[in-house]
């Protein structure tokens, strides 16, 4: 079935520091989805990337899309202590399959 | 609306011992979903309910057993539980492709089984 790996698993950055994670996969993706989950918390949708080269943003973060479909990108510019938590990517096998995940990257941002 | 609604948030189990967790979602969604969350593993499904009436077997179903009861419920039976089902549960729901696939979790319940 569909894979995909996430790194870095985690990520300590200084508060107003930069931070991207990558969603990688060896076959071509239909679409990709992107999840937060807060500590403590459960996860909430962020965004889903659909298009071959997508670029979508939500204030101070940026999806993408790879142009062969095969990788995603979060970035986060200037973080702040409200981004910790840990950024989930998930995708299809197929389209009336359920969602797979990947095993996520932990944000920890030092103030 | 309350979304997705999990109970209990807490349980501690023994070894052997059976229960059910319970999930409704007010969002009349037709898909529904059971997932469990492990450190480092991410979340891994257990089994899903594409429709009422349906139910499909995920990732690491062994140990569970699953009932939709209508289109507002879907219930996780662990019938003898055990220290590997230790875990952090999540339910689960989304409209299906015709009405968006995002899904929508409940608050966990988080498991001990000692």
């Known amino acids: 079935g569909q894979q995909v790996m996430q790194i870095p698993q985690y990520q300590h950055v200084q508060e107003g520091e930069d931070f991207t994670t990558y969603c990688n996969s060896s076959?071509?993706?239909?679409?990709i989805q992107w999840y937060k989950q807060r500590p403590g918390g459960h996860p909430v949708f962020l965004i889903q990337l659909v298009k071959s080269g997508e670029v979508k943003k939500q204030k101070r973060l940026t999806f993408q899309f790879g142009e062969a479909k095969k990788n995603s990108s979060l970035h986060i510019t200037a973080t702040q202590t409200t981004d910790v938590g840990t950024y989930f990517c998930?995708?299809?096998?197929?389209?009336?399959?359920?969602?797979?995940f990947g095993k996520g990257t932990r944000l920890s941002v030092i103030a | 609306n309350a979304g997705v609604t999990q109970t209990p948030k807490f349980q501690v189990l023994k070894t052997g011992q059976s229960m059910t967790l319970q999930c409704a979602q007010d969002m009349n969604h037709n898909s529904m979903y059971w997932y469990r969350q492990d450190p480092g593993m991410g979340l891994r499904l257990i089994y899903y309910s594409a429709s009422e009436g349906t139910t499909d077997k995920g990732e690491v179903p062994n140990g569970y057993n699953v009932s939709r009861l209508n289109k507002r419920e879907f219930s996780l039976r662990l019938e003898s539980a055990a220290p590997s089902q230790t875990s952090v549960y999540f339910c689960a729901s989304s409209g299906g492709r015709d009405r968006g696939e995002k899904l929508f979790f409940g608050s966990g319940t988080q498991l001990s089984v000692l």
């Open positions: 998930a995708t299809r096998n197929s389209g009336n399959t359920p969602l797979v």
């Open positions: 076959t071509t993706l239909s679409n």
